[in-house]
């Protein structure tokens, strides 16, 4: 049980275009997700919190218009990377809390996003 | 400021030597401490959750303890296989739902 995936598992995208990582938890449903990034050798930084049906919550100094964030169901949440930059290549990882049980977040496999 | 402090931040062991891993933390009321395990190139595996000081669970060769200002995971008899990034993490009454990660201690066992 508590299964994440993530699609895509790498992607490599020219700068200025737009990226979209796709979140879903598999067996069970999610109100709340989350999205991180990881820098090599890194531990991981929060970026959002995604609750269904409602607006993600950004953390300080990651810019909204940048990393847009939808969850418009129980199981699925989207990143989308627009006008990407080599900056933003990273490894993102989603995790998802269930909504039946305590607090524990199950992750995602990650996506390794390369920006050229 | 809530923080989260692991140690060491590396450590190499012989396969069947024992050891533990410290997980600091100075937080505004603590909601829950979590350890995760994190193979390279894929995200965080979910191994414990602990509460209350005093609390102990275990898994394999695996045992994590908290108190009221660190919590340990302790290894006992290690393989190769247990060569991994183990991450700590609490949840803070201030945090609600997220999360606040330790840098991770990179652990490596040799046969």
New interface residues.
């Given amino acids: 049980g ?1 299964v ?1 995936s ?1 699609h895509p598992s790498r992607v490599i995208c020219k700068s200025g275009t737009s990226v979209k990582i796709e979140c879903r938890s598999l067996d069970f449903q999610a109100t ?1 997700m ?1 999205w991180y990034r990881q820098f090599p ?4 930084m ?1 970026m959002a ?1 995604s609750n269904e049906g409602s607006k993600a919550t950004y953390e300080q100094g990651v810019e909204k218009d940048k990393f847009l964030i939808n969850h418009a169901s129980l199981t699925l949440s989207t990143l989308t990377v627009t006008s990407a930059h080599p900056e933003d290549s990273s ?1 993102y ?1 989603c ?1 998802a ?1 269930d909504s039946g049980l ?9 996506t ?1 996003l390369t920006v050229t | 400021e809530d923080q989260v402090t692991q140690s060491p931040e590396a450590l190499r062991l012989q396969e069947g030597e024992s050891s533990s891993l410290n997980c600091s933390y100075t937080v505004s009321g603590l ?2 401490l ?1 350890w ?1 395990r994190q193979d390279p ?6 191994l414990f ?1 602990l509460y209350s000081a005093g609390e102990e669970k275990e898994k394999e060769r695996l045992k994590a303890t908290l108190t009221k200002k660190e919590s340990f995971l302790h290894i006992t008899a290690p393989k190769p296989e247990d060569s991994a990034t183990y ?1 700590c993490a609490v ?1 803070t009454r201030s945090g609600y ?3 606040i ?4 201690t ?1 652990l490596a066992v040799h046969p």
């Fill in positions: 508590a994440v993530q709340t989350f050798k890194q531990s991981l929060l919190t490894f990882i995790s809390r305590s607090y524990e977040q199950y992750f995602g496999p990650g390794r | 909601r829950g979590f995760y190139g894929k995200g965080p595996e979910f959750t991450l949840r739902n997220k999360l990660f330790g840098a991770g990179r």
